[in-house]
């Protein structure tokens, strides 16, 4: 079925360890978003791109490095994770004019001991 | 940056009662999207609002945005255990693109017997 795509779906990783979260999208869609949902603070931007070659900050992107080199793939690296990146971490895709809403990955649960 | 804001930050409802939850912005609204999620889940889009006034019904579902408050509400008329979950709102503000997409905290939604 077409839509976005997460893997890992859990990853439990020590402190200082890095590693990439992969997102892939096969609707073509031009815009992709990571966000991160932590208990009563809803989803926080943490990076997006609006095309391929083009990235941009969201509200939470210390830690966290993006690229997009192709426009189905945006994957979200953790440089040197900490206890405090523990979170559930979504990508999702949209179309440029928005209008059909994002679509949403079933997400990654990590855990950073 | 858009800030959002829920209210309430949960309801407790009677199966077969109505229910309301608003969605304020700091920010003139680019346009507004509700989404629900169910415990674990990703997000599935409900509908997309972006001009004043405008008013949208998916079957028992309702969400209408006042541009001039800043402020959207989401009306469900005789809830039932299907509407159970977290309903969050996302905007992009006046100036973004629908690229920077900002969440509200969400509001949690029981319904009872």
């Known amino acids: 079925n077409a839509g976005v795509t997460q893997t890992p779906k859990f990853q439990v990783l020590k402190t200082g360890q890095s590693m990439t979260l992969q997102c892939a999208q096969d609707?073509?869609?031009?815009?992709m978003s990571w966000y991160r949902q932590d208990p009563g603070m809803g989803l926080r931007l943490i990076h997006y791109?609006?095309?391929?070659?083009?990235?941009d900050q969201g509200e939470v992107p210390n830690g966290y490095n993006v690229s997009r080199s192709t426009t189905e793939d945006f994957p979200l690296r953790l440089l040197s994770a900490a206890p405090s990146q523990t979170s559930v971490y979504f990508c999702?895709?949209?179309?440029?004019?928005?209008?059909?809403?994002?679509?949403f990955g079933s997400g990654t649960r990590l855990t950073v001991v | 940056s858009q800030e959002l804001e829920q209210s309430p930050q949960s309801l407790i409802v009677q199966e077969g009662k109505n229910l309301t939850i608003n969605c304020t912005s700091s920010?003139?609204?680019?346009?507004l999207y509700w989404y629900k999620q169910k415990y674990g889940e990703g997000l599935i889009f409900l509908m997309m609002l972006q001009k004043g006034g405008e008013e949208k019904s998916h079957e028992k579902i309702t969400a209408k945005l006042d541009e001039k408050k800043q402020q959207s509400s989401l009306h469900i008329t005789a809830s039932q255990p299907s509407h159970a979950g977290i309903y969050l709102c996302g905007a992009a503000g006046e100036t973004d693109s629908w690229g920077k997409l900002q969440f509200g905290a969400g509001t949690q939604v029981v319904v009872t017997p």
């Open positions: 999702a895709s949209s179309y440029q004019t928005g209008y059909n809403g994002y679509t």
């Open positions: 609707m073509n869609h031009e815009y």
């Open positions: 791109s609006v095309g391929a070659g083009i990235t």
């Open positions: 920010k003139t609204l680019y346009g």
